[in-house]
């Protein structure tokens, strides 16, 4: 009977001890835990505290950077001879720039700011005549503050009173260098957070300025500290922590302690409770079970902390086709030249490039292609194994992911966007440090990946922005109609559709979408602008509609084509003399860049609207390579880039460019129609581009032997891009394509005859090189 008795309480025994083991183990856990947490919302104080100590040092020494500048400036103001104010402005200005050799920009204004009243705002500038209009009402000195010529163009605003500051005679608006702000707030040791310096503006919004720190903190705060003498304020971001329990750390603390010792408590309980009596030999006890079945768990051995690899090569299986890296982008067939594999190669090749100049943060944006949302993937997680945070902007044109690294001051991006390529492309428009890659850049990032010098210890994140709001609300503020034209918009299905109608909506236009629907397959026809044959139902929509204008799009929205009420064709070198026209308006003297295919009447019209007209070569990244040298206000193409500097950033924008022109048409104040307007640019007779199809890289060959062979007697020949060859009645071009395998050529004259013997020079030099040509002339 005893025998049996202990038989039946011993596994009552064990499953009591088993649960005070149980029991235990999770104490000890939940006390590890609340330590852990008790450390982090102890350091999450210290972390606020040393935020908060920088946010102080940085309005400290803005503080004192704001009243150098303003007492330099009240110097240099100080004791001018303001005799015969406005009329003797120009005087004035002059005076003030040897006093202030810093200076940019120095205007007078009268004392009633008339010119300010009766200003158009959109040539004019908002900021600028809101911070006019809001000088003679300031306290004290009118408040610094800061604007935008374009990308990293950023200037520091002053509106000082000239004479009496009760009753001044005219007011002087002066634009300083904004580097000294932006040195000094740099300069400030932040540590584990981040601090921004934002702009007030009248609108009651808070614009961000520049960001210091680390870019993982999270927790910005609702209100900055002001900065004396300036609408500028430094704003706080405490950086986040994962803490569940409440933010007290001797709360933490004692759950730390109650957990600890209840789990030391039940160990204690384990190891003295339920040991059973001395039994038979025949029956086992409670010792000989635990030995069989031992009911502690092995220790847990922790994998030692991994070293930081080393750039692993490139793997064996993944072809990398150097045809792709061409001379502005990376460009191939998906699923051939160009497959996800490579894709993240690219994206891990592009990011060591970052990391080498100290960036850590790019946007990513893709157009409506089918393989787009995959290579993106693919792109994003090769940046990410370079160490690079990645802002995800979703499915946009290009130029909104070119507006994004300016609106999230990354200076980095990538669109991968096929542009106006077959479905079956796909490729990589590339910035890094606000420089758009070309030429031996691109080779770089090639080179990099055959030899295996690529970054891969990981740790970028991911976050996804939708920035399309901010890109309509930033072009619709600034520009719009003064009546309203009747467009038709044809987007021939590509990334431009959800975009486009919107914007020109927003500035005052009746819009007609046409293939506005994306659709990756491009149904109705393909999205390139510069093919008449692409514009033909545009061409019908807007006579049967008897809209004012036609304006279309390539697949990525970089290019804009335009035709009007009759049917005619404006080729981009047309619309560009309009803009010319425009800009120079108000920038006399800008250098305006046009490509080698643009026509020769051109350059007439850029110096005749007193400015400095610029050949240069065709391609995106070359034309913005040139603008950044020359400092030039306005560029385009004859493929339908257009670039403007002059109220914008530099990059080439269709959307952009469309909203501009709609605004050059409505606003023509002898109210002429759209037709009436172009009649004013000159034109002779000429070809549009053509287009002779060869195998890959057997057109860049070609070019090379024609360079070297071809002869064209007394005509003047430009070779930065191809040959071009000038008569004085007319020019010839034929030049390599840098996205798809084929010659351009384009022909330009004053008359039909000139025309038909330039073609006929070309065709002879064209055909002694290669007889088996088929010419499209």
């Known amino acids: 009977m005893a025998m049996n008795s202990a038989r039946a309480r011993l596994p009552n025994v064990q499953w009591g001890r088993l649960l005070m083991l149980a ?28 935020v908060h100590a920088a946010q102080d040092r940085a309005v400290q020494a803005l503080n004192e950077e704001i009243a150098k500048q303003r007492d330099t400036v009240n110097q240099a103001v100080a004791g001018l001879d303001l005799t015969g104010l406005p009329g003797n402005a120009q005087q004035v200005v002059a005076a003030l720039k040897q006093r202030l050799p810093q200076a940019l920009n ?39 503050e800061a604007t935008l010529k374009g990308l990293g163009d950023r200037r520091l605003t002053v509106v000082e009173p000239l004479g009496s500051s009760q009753k001044p005679q005219a007011w002087a608006w002066i634009e300083l260098p904004f580097a000294p702000i932006g040195d000094r707030f740099e300069a ?5 957070g981040r601090i921004e310096l934002h702009q007030s503006t009248d609108r009651g919004e808070n614009l961000q300025l520049l960001s210091h720190g680390r870019k993982d903190s999270v927790d910005i705060e609702p209100t900055g500290k002001p900065i004396e003498g300036s609408s500028f304020n430094v704003v706080a971001v405490l950086p986040g922590a994962y803490i569940v329990l409440p933010p007290s750390w001797p709360f933490a603390a004692m759950l730390t302690l109650v957990s600890l010792v209840g789990g030391i408590a039940l160990f204690w309980l384990f190891g003295r409770v339920g040991k059973p009596a001395r039994a038979p030999v025949e029956e086992p006890t409670l010792s000989d079970v635990i030995e069989a079945q031992p009911l502690q768990p092995e220790p847990v051995k922790s994998a030692p902390a991994a070293a930081k690899p080393a750039p692993a090569p490139v793997p064996v299986d993944v072809k990398v086709d150097p045809a792709i890296f061409r001379a502005y982008d990376v460009r191939g067939v998906v699923g051939k030249s160009l497959t996800p594999a490579v894709a993240k190669l690219l994206g891990q090749s592009i990011g060591t490039v970052m990391r080498e100049k100290g960036l850590r943060e790019i946007v990513v944006g893709r157009d409506g292609r089918l393989s787009g949302p995959e290579l993106a993937g693919a792109l994003a997680d090769g940046l990410r194994l370079a160490g690079i945070d990645v802002i995800d902007i979703g499915s946009v044109p290009t130029p909104v992911v070119y507006y994004a690294t300016y609106r999230y001051n990354t200076g980095c991006g990538v669109a991968v966007t096929g542009s106006h390529n077959p479905p079956d492309y796909n490729g990589f428009k590339i910035v890094v440090g606000g420089e758009t890659l070309s030429e031996g850049a691109i080779q770089d990032l090639y080179q990099r990946i055959v030899t295996g010098a690529l970054e891969s210890d990981g740790g970028g994140s991911l976050r996804l922005v939708d920035v399309l709001p901010d890109y309509v609300e930033r ?13 038709v918009v044809d987007c021939g299905n590509g990334i431009p559709g959800a975009v486009a109608p919107q914007v020109l909506e927003g500035i005052g236009c009746e819009v007609i ?31 049967q509609t008897g809209a004012d204008l036609g304006l279309a799009f390539d697949g990525d929205g970089d290019r804009l084509g335009v035709v009007t009420r009759s049917g005619e064709i404006i080729f981009p070198d047309r619309t560009l003399m309009l803009f010319a026209r425009d800009v120079l308006s108000r920038q006399p003297g800008a250098t305006i860049i046009y490509d080698v295919k643009c026509t020769g009447h051109l350059k007439g ?21 040139k603008m950044r040298e020359t400092g030039a206000e306005l560029a385009g193409e004859m493929s339908g880039h257009f670039f403007f500097q002059e109220r914008w950033y530099g990059f080439d924008d269709g959307i952009y460019a469309a909203a501009r022109l709609l605004e050059i048409l409505a606003g023509d104040l002898e109210g002429r129609t759209p037709e009436e307007i172009f009649a004013t640019c000159p034109k002779g007779v000429s070809t549009p581009e053509l287009k002779v199809e060869m195998t890959e890289g057997e057109h860049y060959r070609f070019i090379e032997t024609f360079r070297e062979q071809a002869h064209f007697g007394d005509a003047t020949l430009v070779t930065i891009d191809g040959v071009r060859a000038d008569w004085p009645d007319g020019w010839g071009l034929v030049r390599p394509s840098n996205t798809t395998p084929i010659l351009v050529l384009r022909f330009d004259a004053d008359n039909e005859q000139a025309l038909k013997r330039i073609q006929d020079v070309f065709r002879t030099q064209l055909l002694a090189v290669d007889a088996s040509l088929k010419l499209p002339f």
């Open 106 to 144: 120095i205007e007078i204004y009268s004392a009633g700011l008339d010119e300010v009243l009766h200003a158009n705002y959109r040539d004019f500038g908002y900021a600028k005549a809101a911070q006019l209009m809001s000088a003679p009402d300031a306290e004290g000195s009118p408040p610094m």
């Open 23 to 50: 029991g235990g183990t999770l104490l000890l856990a939940l006390a590890v835990f609340c330590a852990w947490q008790t450390w982090l919302i102890a350091d999450q104080g210290s972390a606020v505290t040393r």
């Open 513 to 543: 979408p046409l293939y506005c629907d994306v659709d990756g397959n491009f149904p109705n026809h393909h999205p390139d602008p510069s093919d008449p044959h692409n514009l033909e139902d545009l061409i019908l929509s807007v006579k």
């Open 188 to 192: 400030v040791p932040v540590g584990d």
């Open 475 to 487: 072009i619709t503020s600034d520009v719009q109609t003064e009546r309203a034209l009747k467009i």
């Open 605 to 625: 019209q850029i110096l005749d609207a007193g400015g400095s007209p610029l050949m240069w070569r065709t391609g995106h990244s070359l034309i913005k390579a």
